[in-house]
């Protein structure tokens, strides 16, 4: 588990590396064939590595302040300039994967429309694109039989502490209940244990 600390904290702390990631996300009126309610588009993203993950990354705050930063990063992997605020933050975290780094978590709402141009944008613009960036992609915030939706995409391999950082975003944002969130978490376990012949 992450220990938490305060983004001021954060700022204060000599020796350590500040990484910078952002949820953005927004209701849709869309329905998945014609009858699933889709509700939310989350964005996430396909790493280099194989990896899920959200946008962003690096930040030196003794060159700019955290947000801009951060912003600078959306251009380059999203091929659109996204401001950032520090209201749209929500926390940094010592990592529990890189021996000092702080990683600080954004949240930030668009409409639908805005994160369309980020989707369009993402392959026509940005600079990352097919680099560091492999495609954006949509959380799928519903439930299909045999674990189909949100527990076989929570079954993938995340970067770092991204996984917690959206079932926490889902919940601070009130997209899904605490019971929905529970229930996907559980049955991705099932299939991470059925994929990899444990039993148990």
Do not use: W
């Not at 955290?66 to 975290?93: I, K, T």
């Not at 990683?103 to 930030?108: K, P, Q």
């Amino acid at each position: 588990m992450a220990e938490q600390i305060t983004r001021e904290d954060a700022l204060t702390r000599e020796g350590y590396r500040h990484a910078c990631h952002i949820m953005l996300y927004g209701d849709s009126s869309a329905k998945l064939f014609g009858k699933i309610p889709i509700k939310h588009i989350v964005l996430m993203q396909m790493r280099f590595d194989g990896l899920l993950g959200f946008p962003g990354g690096l930040v030196n705050p003794s060159k700019e302040s955290l947000e801009a930063g951060l912003s600078r990063e959306l251009h380059e992997e999203v091929g659109v300039a996204v401001p950032v605020g520090v209201d749209n933050h929500v926390s940094s975290c010592l990592s529990p994967s890189s021996p000092r780094l702080i990683t600080h978590f954004y949240i930030r709402k668009m409409t639908e429309s805005e994160l369309k141009e980020i989707e369009r944008a993402a392959v026509a613009a940005a600079t990352d694109h097919g680099l560091e960036v492999l495609g954006m992609i949509r959380v799928p915030l519903y439930f299909l039989k045999n674990g189909g939706g949100l527990p076989y995409f929570l079954s993938h391999s995340f970067i770092s502490n991204s996984r917690a950082q959206l079932l926490s975003a889902l919940q601070h944002c009130r997209l899904l209940s605490q019971g929905e969130l529970e229930k996907a978490v559980r049955q991705a376990e099932q299939m991470r244990r059925t994929n990899s012949g444990d039993p148990h």
